[in-house]
T-cell receptor, first 117, second 110 residues
Framework: DVKVTQSSRYLVKRTGEKVFLECVQD?????MFWYRQDPGLGLRLIYF???????EKGDIPEGYSVSREKKERFSLILESASTNQTSMYLC????????????????FGPGTRLTVL | RKEVEQDPGPFNVPEGATVAFNCTYS??????FFWYRQDCRKEPKLLMS???SGNEDGRFTAQLNRASQYISLLIRDSKLSDSATYLC???????????FGKGTKLSVKP
């Protein structure tokens, strides 16, 4: 079974703090993704990565950065947390690389519910 | 037309009922389609892929209509455990990312 783990289930931070959210997958997947999910807005893609040290902006990258130093680990960084970044953050991974003709199934971690005070 | 559009519901149905959800999409170039299920305060999980010819998995049937650009999910003999939000998902964008609908909430009552 694919396993995607996230470092924290719940996190409370203060405005202006630097926040690191970690995601690890154990299936040697090439693709990794970070989403946020808010009521009424659904899942929105923040950043994704097709390979180590590669990153691509998603639909809402502002206020976030990412790091992928190892294939199995994809980190989301909030440089200076703000209250509008209070959300559920979901990491996902999928098998196929960029050369694939079709997107493959994405497997999600359990999510991190971040509250910024 | 929005990229992926779903009726948010909620659909409140009794146990044993048959319920159907539709989802319309705007990207005619999409090649991959899925239904995901998300339980309250949990992560989305793949329910089933959707193939051009339609496919069935137990009580669940998914169909794709490319001409009209919609996919459907039919659930027969609903169980209490089917209560969840069902997300319509398709391939979108030039890099093959997935686009998620906002979901349809189903509540199955005893």
């Amino acid at each position: 079974d694919v396993k995607v783990t996230q470092s924290s289930r719940y996190l409370v931070k203060r405005t202006g703090e630097k926040v690191f959210l970690e995601c690890v997958q154990d299936m040697d997947h090439e693709n990794m993704f970070w989403y946020r999910q808010d009521p009424g807005l659904g899942l929105r893609l923040i950043y994704f990565s097709y390979d180590v040290k590669m990153k691509e902006k998603g639909d809402i990258p502002e206020g976030y950065s990412v790091s992928r130093e190892k294939k199995e680990r994809f980190s989301l960084i909030l440089e200076s947390a703000s209250t509008n970044q209070t959300s559920m953050y979901l990491c996902a991974s999928s098998l196929w690389g960029r050369a694939s003709a079709n997107a493959d199934t994405q497997y999600f971690g359990p999510g991190t519910r971040l509250t910024v005070l | 037309r929005k990229e992926v559009e779903q009726d948010p519901g909620p659909f409140n149905v009794p146990e044993g009922a048959t319920v159907a959800f539709n989802c319309t999409y705007s990207n005619s170039a999409s090649q991959s389609f899925f239904w995901y299920r998300q339980d309250c305060r949990k992560e989305p999980k793949l329910l089933m892929s959707v193939y051009s010819s339609g496919n069935e998995d137990g009580r669940f049937t998914a169909q794709l209509n490319r001409a009209s650009q919609y996919i459907s999910l039919l659930i027969r003999d609903s169980k209490l455990s089917d209560s969840a939000t069902y997300l319509c998902v398709l391939e979108g964008g030039s890099q093959g990312n997935l686009i998620f609908g906002k979901g349809t909430k189903l509540s199955v009552k005893p």
